[in-house]
């Protein structure tokens, strides 16, 4: 199955298909994670490549692997859980810098697209965590919003995500969670310097500046992490 990729013709989405379906049949053969994890991340790189090939136009896709990432991140499974937490970020940083054009996509496509996005990933965090879903699906709004959101109030978006994340983890004590936000914080006030602040100022300050955020912001966060990760475990 790995050969087929040399054989990948005009419509290449169907060799992702063809390994989605030989990870699911290998997980129910065999009941092992790796199996598992490799399914759960082809079968969504299928439906997007799908959209990808027909329309070069990447938010949508990008939203729904995004909102499906926090899914995975919300699960009780410790796979997924490591597949949420290693492609949030990237995949946050892919919504909020895509600029790619429209172009001749029909607003009935489009709707569809941002439908499959947003409804996948909330029947996924049903069938993954059932009542306690209805926490995730704030988290799958901010996905899709996030990709379609720019300006100013992008940075706002998402500082507001990161502390979400922060928010859940305290409620359901997962250190990851509260990991997670802290460094999306910390990542989003470091790309709104860059992007708005760095380049008004003169170089030397704006370095000196750099360092003092770093030193100063770096301790406050990292004070701040310890003390909710003390919270959540019930130590205060």
């Known amino acids: 199955m790995a050969g087929q990729i040399y054989n990948a013709e005009a419509h290449w989405p169907a060799e992702v ?11 129910w053969f065999l009941r092992q994670w790796p199996q598992y994890a490799m399914f759960a991340i082809l079968a969504p790189v299928w439906l997007g490549s799908e959209w990808l090939y027909k329309h070069l136009y990447a938010r949508p896709a990008v939203a729904g692997w995004l909102a499906l990432g926090l899914i995975y991140l919300c699960s009780p499974y410790k796979p997924l859980i490591w597949i949420g937490g290693l492609s949030v970020i ?3 940083f892919a919504a909020g810098v895509d600029q790619s ?3 001749d996509i029909s607003s009935g496509a489009l709707l569809a697209a941002y439908a499959a996005a947003t409804i996948l990933p909330l029947v996924s965090g049903y069938v993954f965590r059932r009542d306690e879903s ?10 899709v919003l996030l990709s379609v959101i720019r300006g100013p109030f992008l940075y706002i978006w998402c500082a507001l ?3 979400a994340l922060v928010g859940s983890g305290i409620r359901e004590t997962r250190a990851e969670r509260i990991n997670l936000g802290i460094v999306g914080f910390a990542l989003t006030v470091l790309s709104f310097y860059f992007a708005k602040v760095m380049g008004k100022l003169e170089r030397s300050g704006s370095l000196v500046l750099l360092g003092i955020l770093f030193l100063a912001g770096g301790w406050a966060l ?3 992490r310890r003390h909710l990760i003390r919270i959540a475990r019930g130590d205060e």
């Open 17 to 27: 298909l063809l390994w989605a379906l030989g990870a699911a049949i290998g997980w």
């Open 90 to 92: 990237p995949l946050a």
């Open 101 to 103: 054009s429209i172009g």
């Open 134 to 143: 209805l926490w995730d699906a704030p988290f799958v709004v901010w996905a």
């Open 161 to 163: 995500g990161s502390m």
């Open 222 to 224: 990292e004070r701040t």
